[in-house]
């Protein structure tokens, strides 16, 4: 797998991680530091979900 594969999804976990760590400890949540690695894990996992899916579908494409 290419390094660059991480880029993407690196950096948006660790947008999502900050963002939703001051979402919970702006409202008051018991585990804010748990609820944000839940949060920044799932969207993670998103990205490169998407970005595997994107790369099998070209790569089908050309083989066609």
């Known amino acids: 797998m290419k390094r660059n594969s991480f880029k993407y999804p690196l950096i948006i976990g660790v947008t999502f991680l900050v963002l939703s760590i001051l979402l919970f400890v702006f409202i008051d949540s018991p585990q ?5 690695l839940v949060i920044a894990f799932f969207a993670f996992e998103l990205t ?3 970005r595997f899916s994107k790369q099998n579908k070209n790569a ?3 083989q066609l």
Do not use: R, V
């Open 48 to 50: 490169f979900l998407y």
């Open 60 to 62: 089908k494409g050309n």
């Open 32 to 36: 804010p530091y748990f609820a944000g």
